[in-house]
């Protein structure tokens, strides 16, 4: 079993940056692949960015290519996601997933373990 809990959503304006951290816990794998989703009042769940537990490659949603960064801390079994210059069209809550295999996907149901979610709001 796997814990993971979000944190650093908050209300910015547009233009501004926020980081979401997601703490792992319980039952780790080396090779789970973590990614982060939002969903959008009245939208469907969409993958944000991705990253594997271990080596170097992310994968990014097109919609926030260039101004989201996901890394990781393997230390402290977290994993974030810088979001810069955030547009009022990121407004969504974000959630955190962890899946028991080492390739990133973009389907939400590729996933094993959710987070709780974090409230993402940016003003216009």
């Known amino acids: 079993q796997v814990q993971l809990v979000e944190s650093g959503g908050g209300l910015v304006q547009a233009g501004g940056s926020l980081r979401l951290s997601c703490a792992a816990s319980?039952?780790?794998?080396?090779?789970?692949?973590m990614a982060w989703f939002r969903q959008a009042p009245g939208k469907e769940r969409e993958f944000v960015a991705g990253?594997?537990?271990?080596?170097?490659?992310?994968y990014y949603a097109d919609s926030v290519k260039g101004r989201f960064t996901i890394s990781r801390d393997n230390a402290k079994k977290t994993v974030y996601l810088q979001m810069n210059s955030l547009k009022p069209e990121d407004t969504a809550v974000y959630y955190c997933?962890?899946?028991?295999?080492?390739?990133?996907?973009?389907?939400?149901?590729?996933?094993?373990?959710w987070g709780q979610g974090t409230q993402v709001t940016v003003s216009s």
């Open positions: 319980g039952r780790t794998f080396s090779t789970t692949a």
């Open positions: 997933a962890a899946r028991g295999a080492s390739y990133v996907y973009t389907t939400d149901t590729s996933y094993d373990y």
């Open positions: 990253i594997r537990w271990s080596g170097p490659s992310t």
